[in-house]
Structure formats: C-alpha cells, structure tokens
C-alpha cells in the first residue's frame, strides 16, 4: 500500500503544530518602530543629498503631537471618571433634602399645597409679579413682589387661588416678570423641592437628580442646596 505524505511545503501551505504559537502582526507604528525606521532613514541616505534637518524636525514633531495627544486623552478620561464619581458620592448625600433649582412646572400631590421659590435679579427691577397657571392655562393666581433690589429674592404661594380656595392637585406653571429701566422682562424662575433620589444619565454621561414635584433636575443645574 502506497504511503500518503503529510508534507504540503510544495503546495505553499504552512502548517501549525497545537502548540504553536501565531504573533498577530500590528499596523500601528510604535515609538521603537519609529525610531528604528528613522535610524535605517539616516543610515542609507545619500550623503550628497541628505535629508533636510526641517524634514527631520517635522516627522519627530509629528510623532510626538500623536504621542502627545495620546497620553492627554487618557489623562482626561481618568479625570472625567474621577469627577463622575465624586458627583455621584455628593449627590447620593442629597437625597431628602430640599434643592433651589431652575423651573417653570411643579406638580401638586395635594390640594392646597404650599410652593416656595425664588427669583435672581441681575438689577434692582420694579413690579415684580408671579403668575400661576393650571395645565389648562388659566390664571389661577397673581403674587405681586412690589420692588427689590437686585439678588436673590424668596417668594411664596400659599396653594390658594385668586379666591382664597385651594386648587387642587395636579400641574401648575411659574412666570416671574419685572420692569426694568421701563421695560418689561421674564425671569428664569427657581423652585423649591425635595430630593427623592439620585440616577446616572447614560445618555448625558451627567447625574440626574429626581426631585418631588419638579421631575428630574442635572446636577449641575441646582442653584442651592437647603
């Protein structure tokens, strides 16, 4: 019986024994890389026409920007993720407690319910007034502020409608105006709420802070803790 030969080198295919081990080949250019190529550049350049030392300059200088911008972006992302966590440490602190932030809406659990606010004014601004309104639109209350200066400045509803009765529970909508220099203006209007929890944004890569009556408020959007 003639014997079969396993010997396919003829054939142009190369075989691995089970224990071989196959180096993946790279396509990135590492530093040695780099400079090995230079060195061999160097050594078999023509000497009557070497290579111009501004050539030179630029291909080291563009290797190091590479390298450079390399290191940077891992030194962000370490920074980055730094930060994440000790948002995430401070916020987790917050819960139960009562947060200032930027809104137009908050949502009464209870008929009769007690709002507080506030108002920045960049200038000592007249008239200023509160307007509330339900989910249909209608004006449910009017609070007028009178003149203050500029700053900070607190406001109050006491969850009564221009009749003295209290509105019932659902959605209610802020404005603030004032006059300024003659003018008429509408201010960022900021409420008061209590934190009931705190999530991590996936989309945003920010933390979200679930607060009573005003939804889910950025962390760093809230303008004043207690």
Not at 58 to 87: D, H, P, R
Not at 181 to 196: C, I, M, R, S, W
């Amino acid at each position: 019986m003639a014997e079969v030969s396993s010997d396919y080198s003829g054939l142009g295919v190369t075989t691995y024994s089970p224990n071989t081990t196959v180096k993946e080949k790279s396509d990135k250019l590492g530093q040695a890389d780099f400079l090995k190529l230079m060195t061999t550049q160097l050594t078999n350049q023509d000497p009557l026409e070497p290579m111009e030392n501004g050539d030179f300059l630029g291909q080291m200088a563009q290797f190091s920007t590479v390298t450079g911008i390399e290191s940077l972006t891992k030194e962000f992302n370490t920074l980055s993720l730094s930060l994440n966590q000790s948002q995430a440490l401070q916020a987790a602190t917050l819960v139960s407690k009562n947060v200032l932030a930027p809104a137009t809406k908050t949502t009464l659990s209870d008929a009769g319910q007690a709002v507080s606010g506030a108002v920045d004014l960049p200038a000592s601004t007249s008239n200023v007034t509160v307007n509330i309104t339900d989910a249909s639109g209608q004006l449910v209350r009017s609070i007028s502020l009178g003149s203050l200066s500029a700053g900070l400045q607190e406001f109050g509803w006491d969850g009564l409608n221009s009749s003295g009765t209290a509105v019932p529970a659902g959605a209610y909508s802020f404005q603030i105006t004032g006059q300024t220099d003659g003018k008429t203006e509408v201010f960022e209007t900021l409420l008061n709420g209590q934190v009931k929890n705190v999530a991590y944004d996936s989309v945003s890569g920010g933390l979200k802070l679930n607060v009573q009556g005003l939804g889910n408020v950025s962390f760093s959007d809230i303008y004043r803790i207690g």
